[in-house]
């Protein structure tokens, strides 16, 4: 990937992240912080190459403390989330759950 | 295998897969509707991505690999899955700090490896690691902060002629990295531990009630220290999911603090957020108190109810006694609304987390826009453990430092009823003109009890 490749994947993706997010309603936003939270969770992969590359013993150290972070950023991120959207529920949906649960 | 499926192709047409679900799962997210399947999407990707991310070619280390991704993953899920809906603000914090360490846990790798080759990649390293820093060290204050684990908010005269020596020292030992000039360990050991202590030394003095913006930024910021080192590592994944969450995160920032009406700069920078500024005016008139059997005879007899809820009930844990209320509400035919201010809470939405974990159906919640002009129409306005988000200060008080933030017009409404545990001002500190006007009554005690005995008040009509 050459650096201008990068440039207009980095601009594109900018707009991407702020159109997704432009019309959302303030009910979301806690939701909705706790996904992006998630989704940046994507560092892992960047600490398992980091750490999979790593020589010396402070290298290997330094990336070891990488991996665990990541890796509670991702699946902490991914257990509130999904938590909390659990919750979200309209009058509609909530009555016929009720039903069936009758 | 054939020729053209090699390790390297299954691995960039999986970050591709893992960038497009990313992108989808955040669209749904963004929908009441479809938000539950959102996450799904978005952990589908980080799934295929974390899997195929053990085929990149040359990797060693696995036995520390493995371990680390459990210990930290299990400790995460363990501590996701117990935490209380209330604490979930912080617990944010904390795993959003995680991702920033991790940031920077892989440029201090490059950088101590003298892996970065050319100036560009140098420089994007040093960048990403000083945020990344920024947003460990400032999550895990704004956890403690929150988790009450600091209660204090220490602030100094020149603390931000400090932040600025701290920051510059950073920027220069980075500098001296990035261009190559002296990227001993030493050089670099040193502009990780002064990019940590900036973290601390801009988190600490800003107060609770800011911390919504401030965990808000800290999210953004560590998107894009994520997407950094993606140019670092050449990992396109990391860079459009990085890029997304910090350009989203940043919107999102912006949205909470102007719904507070400060700008980000003022967040950061003054000090505000929980001593209040001295000038709070006086205000005249007196505290009415009332009792909870004639609010649920003036409730039971009412048109139309909107209740406002505040970290009052969150604290008090009152969201399901305050449903049941309205419920009872509603079965005698009283219209039942519920008002959210946009950073009543710790954080924007939090309220709605909470009615949400109660059962409260979406469509009986409103925004402040939505429900504004309908407080005049309004029989009772029950306000619980809100405060700032009602004062009617913020809208004839040009002294008050809250002057000009939206507050919802909960004075408008015909009987005013405050659900308050004591005397207390606000977690601003702001005299609240609301309680005091004529209209208003104060019904005192904890909104876990008060709503009990609101509930035996209806129930005894």
């Known amino acids: 990937m050459t650096g201008i490749v990068a440039l207009y994947i980095f601009m594109l993706a900018a707009f991407t992240g702020y159109e997704v997010i432009a019309r959302v309603p303030v009910i979301l936003h806690t939701p909705l912080m706790s996904g992006s939270n998630f989704v940046h969770g994507i560092v892992l992969v960047g600490a398992m190459v980091a750490l999979g590359g790593a020589h010396t013993p402070l290298e290997k150290t330094i990336g070891c403390i990488g991996v665990l972070l990541a890796a509670g950023n991702a699946v902490g991120g991914y257990v509130v989330t999904e938590r909390m959207l659990e919750m979200f529920k309209s009058s509609g949906a909530r009555a016929a759950a009720a039903k069936r649960t009758h | ?461």
């Not at chain 2, 220290?225 to 860079?239: D, P």
């Open chain 2, 1 to 461: 295998m054939p020729a053209w499926l090699s390790a390297d192709l299954a691995i960039q047409a999986s970050y591709f897969v893992t960038a497009a679900l990313f992108i989808i799962g955040l669209k749904r997210m963004s929908s009441p509707v479809s938000a539950r399947s959102g996450i799904l999407w978005a952990g589908a990707g980080m799934a295929v991505a974390t899997l195929v991310t053990f085929l990149y070619p040359g990797m060693s280390n696995y036995g520390l690999m493995l371990p680390a991704m459990f210990v930290g993953g299990g400790l995460a899920w363990w501590s996701g899955k117990r935490v209380a809906v209330t604490n979930m603000p912080q617990m944010i914090a904390l795993y959003n700090g995680m991702g920033g360490g991790a940031a920077a846990a892989i440029a201090a790798v490059e950088l101590y490896r003298g892996g970065t080759q050319g100036y560009t990649t140098s420089t994007l390293a040093v960048a990403g690691g000083i945020i990344g820093a920024v947003s460990f060290s400032g999550s895990a204050i704004a956890f403690g902060k929150l988790q009450g684990l600091i209660t204090r908010s220490i602030r100094f005269s020149g603390q931000q002629i400090l932040n600025l020596l701290v920051l510059a020292a950073a920027l220069v030992l980075g500098g001296l990295v990035a261009s190559h000039a002296n990227a001993s360990p030493a050089v670099v050991t040193g502009f990780f531990v002064l990019a940590l202590l900036l973290g601390l030394t801009m988190t600490l003095p800003i107060g609770g009630a800011d911390m919504p913006v401030v965990i808000s930024l800290y999210n953004a910021l560590t998107g894009l220290a994520v997407a950094f080192e993606g140019f670092v590592l050449n990992n396109a994944a990391m860079i459009i999911a990085g890029t997304v969450v910090g350009s989203a995160g940043t919107l999102l920032t912006q949205l909470m603090a102007k719904a507070m009406n400060r700008s980000l700069g003022n967040v950061l920078f003054s000090g505000f957020g929980d001593t209040g500024a001295a000038a709070t005016g006086e205000v005249t008139g007196s505290l009415k108190p009332i009792e909870a059997a004639d609010v649920g005879v003036m409730m039971a007899f009412a048109q139309k109810v909107i209740i406002v809820p505040g970290y009052g009930m969150a604290v008090a844990q009152a969201q399901h006694k305050i449903w049941e209320l309205a419920q009872l509400l509603i079965d005698r035919g009283v219209n039942v609304r519920f008002a959210i201010h946009p950073v009543a809470g710790r954080m924007p939405g939090h309220m709605n987390v909470l009615l949400a974990e109660a059962g409260v159906p979406y469509d009986l919640i409103s925004d402040l826009d939505e429900i504004n002009a309908e407080f005049e129409t309004a029989d009772v306005a029950l306000i619980i453990g809100a405060n700032d988000v009602v004062n009617p200060v913020a809208r004839t008080d040009k002294s008050s430092p809250i002057y000009g933030m939206p507050i919802l017009n909960a004075d408008k409404a015909k009987n005013v009823i405050v659900i308050k545990r004591g005397k207390g001002a606000g977690f601003s500190g702001i005299e609240n003109a609301l309680f005091y006007l004529d209209n208003t009554r104060m019904l005192y005690g904890d909104a876990q009890k008060a709503g009990a005995e609101l509930i035996q008040a209806i129930k005894a009509v």
